[in-house]
């Protein structure tokens, strides 16, 4: 297996709903990554696992809430979303240190 | 930190054609890897090729290769024999984190467009 996975593909939330994502890897990868991306911008990290042991946190809010299980799956966990949360987020994943590779994504809209 | 900056928001490109896409980086560490990723309209970012800032020869890819000038910190993409498949937002990266597992600096993108 040489891919990650998201799911679900895509999700629509309201501002009181919990709900969500998740994001596997069997590659044996060491670290994997959240990130969020705006239409027509790049990605910007939020998270990275390392190790199954949160090692940066990009001063995300706290309705976004992280999650390592084990080391092929990572979760976030959404609470109290605003309008403006409403974005692709990417998970990745790699083994080499510089070298990430990404999933599909999750299209997020939070009404 | 790294900065990266793409400065063609767009291109656009005529099927078998050649196209380059530039890109520009500054960091003060002397290890570093350069990145090109691929995100079509399906959204999945994808690797395109990479380049270690230790290795002299330009990596190639295929249709892709890079010239990688160190000096002038330069990291170009060229996509040789362009096809429609190849439409896409690319985006340029530099990994600079050492040991540790971090963060991609990713430039701001550029749009190709390939006409048949």
């Known amino acids: 297996d040489t891919e990650v996975t998201q799911t679900p593909k895509h999700l629509v939330m309201g501002m009181t709903n919990k709900k969500s994502l998740k994001c596997e890897q069997h590659?044996?990868?060491?670290?994997m990554y959240w990130y969020k991306q705006k239409a027509k911008k790049p990605p910007e990290l939020m998270f990275v696992?390392?190790?199954?042991?949160?090692?940066i946190n990009e001063s995300v809010p706290s309705r976004f809430s992280p999650e390592c299980p084990n080391s092929s799956l990572l979760n976030l966990h959404l609470h109290a979303l605003q309008p403006e949360d409403s974005a692709l987020y990417l998970c990745?994943?790699?083994?080499?240190?510089?070298?990430?590779?990404f999933g599909p994504g999750t299209r997020l809209t939070v009404l | 930190a790294q900065t990266v900056t793409q400065s063609q928001p767009e291109m656009s490109v005529q099927e078998a054609e050649t196209v380059t896409l530039s890109c520009t980086y500054d960091?003060?560490?002397?290890?570093?890897?350069l990145f090109w990723y691929k995100q079509p309209p399906s959204r999945q970012m994808i690797l395109v090729i990479r380049?270690?800032?230790?290795?002299?020869q330009n990596a190639t890819e295929n249709r892709f290769s890079v010239n990688f000038q160190k000096a002038a910190k330069s990291f170009s993409l060229k996509i040789s024999d362009s096809q429609l498949g190849d439409a896409a937002m690319y985006f340029c990266?530099?990994?600079?984190?050492?040991?540790?597992?971090?963060?991609?600096?990713f430039g701001q993108g550029t749009i190709l467009t390939v006409h048949p």
């Open positions: 990266a530099v990994y600079a984190g050492g040991t540790s597992y971090g963060k991609l600096t």
């Open positions: 960091t003060s560490e002397s290890d570093y890897y």
């Open positions: 380049q270690e800032a230790y290795k002299q």
């Open positions: 990745a994943s790699s083994l080499r240190e510089d070298e990430q590779f």
């Open positions: 590659m044996g990868h060491r670290a």
């Open positions: 696992y390392s190790y199954e042991k949160l090692s």
